[in-house]
């Protein structure tokens, strides 16, 4: 029995172990495998570069900024999506998207810092 392209169908020659006629129906395959796992991460990746571009435009050249978590959401910042989290020694915890974090005070304020 022939073996056939995984993608297009087409009959195989060359190597047993050959599973693709080509580079392109390869790439197609594995795209098509990935799709729904790649607009997901697609989505996320957008929110956090989103989250840092906000940070980066309120503290701008300062190092440490207080403001208002209102004003940061207001702005399109979602809080719930993060990269890491930072728990200090005095039991406080900065949330970041990538190296900007922020920290949340009392009355929806918020401490905006930049790392390194």
């Given amino acids: 029995m022939e073996k056939q ?4 169908s087409k009959p195989l ?3 047993a172990d050959k599973k693709f006629c080509d580079e392109n129906c390869r790439n197609q395959y594995n795209n ?12 996320i990746q957008n ?26 959401t207001e702005k399109g910042f979602l809080p719930d999506y993060l990269t890491h989290l ?22 929806g304020m918020v401490l905006i810092v930049k790392k390194g």
Avoid at 86 to 107: A, C, D, P, V, W
Wanted: proline share 0%; glycine share 6%; hydrophobic share 25%.
């Fill in 5 to 8: 392209c995984q993608n297009c």
């Fill in 13 to 15: 020659k060359g190597r």
């Fill in 32 to 43: 098509t495998l990935n799709s729904d796992t790649n607009a997901e991460m697609r989505k």
């Fill in 47 to 72: 929110i956090l570069r989103k989250n840092r571009r906000i940070l980066q435009d309120v503290l701008g050249e300062n190092e440490k900024l207080k403001t208002s978590l209102k004003k940061l």
């Fill in 86 to 107: 930072y728990n200090t020694k005095t039991g406080s915890q900065y949330r970041y998207s990538f190296e900007y974090g922020i920290m949340l005070l009392e009355e």
